[in-house]
């Protein structure tokens, strides 16, 4: 099976990335499992909303732990397996985070920055301290903050393919290549990553604006590039309120889960 790591970024905030990087992780999970594959989830979010979302208890470590050498890998992730509770995710493991996230970023950036020829450049923190994920999981889905800083390139450079989660309700900027600008610098010197897709999210198609923007996106990115969207729809808050849910165990048939497991089915297939 395939090791690929994807990144769910884009700059914005509120577009669906941490719903998207939960929902892609266990949709993965499920897909695999029979298999014996594994996938995990990393939160590179210091809002830490991935553990809390699937109801996970936190340990002492995290992440921010792990890249401040404070604590093995083994220590920091958490099993996503609820099977007690009704929730089986046999396969699926988290690597948390909190706020400590955000000290932790300041100390590796004046580390990199006054270390000197020994020190870890900023852009290669990630490889250097997560690099060895990609040996123990089939796939590893980060859920990145709307600001990735100086971080971006890190992330970049760890991740093999990113998903742009975009909100259809605004058209202005669609024709700019502003959810995408970061990963095209990247590429422009010389980072290895893709785009998977395009993911237009919070779509209603009985709206001019969500239309207009779905069109105007397959108009810019390509066709293939954009993925089917992902329906505006209230479950998506409800599922991590009614017991730390995803939408494949809250509402499997819904459109919204129907439209996820055709990304799953995408990103799988190829
Ligand atoms: N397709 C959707 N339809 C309706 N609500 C959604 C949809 N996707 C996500 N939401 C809800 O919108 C809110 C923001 O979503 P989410 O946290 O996934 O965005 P985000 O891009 O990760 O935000 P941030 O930039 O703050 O990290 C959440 O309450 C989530 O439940
Ligand atoms: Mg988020």
Redesign the pocket.
């Known amino acids: 099976m395939s090791k690929r790591i994807f990144a769910v970024a ?1 700059r ?10 939960i929902t892609v992780a266990h949709g993965l999970a499920q897909k695999i499992a029979d298999s014996g594959g594994r996938v995990l989830l990393i939160d590179f ?1 210091p ?1 830490g ?1 991935v553990a809390t979302s699937l109801k996970l208890e936190l340990r002492k470590r995290d992440l921010a732990d792990l890249l401040l050498d404070r604590a093995e890998f083994r220590d920091c992730v958490i099993s996503a397996d609820r099977a007690d509770e009704g929730f089986p995710r046999p396969n699926l493991f988290v690597l948390p985070s909190n706020d400590t996230l955000a000290e932790a970023k300041g100390e590796l950036m004046i580390k990199s920055a006054i270390g000197g020829r020994k020190a870890t450049p900023i852009e290669n923190v990630l490889n250097e301290k997560l690099g060895f994920v990609r040996d123990l999981f089939n796939y590893v889905v980060i ?1 990145c ?2 600001t990735l800083d100086v971080f971006s390139d890190s992330v970049y450079r760890l991740a093999d393919e990113a998903i742009v ?1 975009v909100k259809t309700d605004f058209l202005g900027e669609v024709g700019t290549a502003r959810h995408t600008n970061d990963i095209l610098d990247a590429q422009s010197y010389g980072i290895d990553i893709q785009i998977n897709c395009i993911l237009p ?3 209603d198609k009985r709206l001019t604006i969500a239309r207009s923007v779905l069109e105007a996106l397959r108009t810019h990115y390509g066709k293939a590039t954009v993925a089917t969207p ?5 479950v ?2 409800q599922a ?1 309120a009614v017991e730390g849910q995803t939408i494949f165990e809250y509402r499997p048939n819904s459109a ?1 889960a129907k439209a996820y497991q055709e990304l799953i089915d995408r990103i799988h297939s190829t």
Request: hydrophobic fraction near 20%; glycine fraction near 10%.
């Open positions: 884009n914005k905030g509120g577009v669906g990335k941490t719903t998207t990087a979010d809002q909303n859920d903050p709307p989660p999210t919070f779509y992902i329906p505006r729809s209230t998506f808050e991590p919204a």
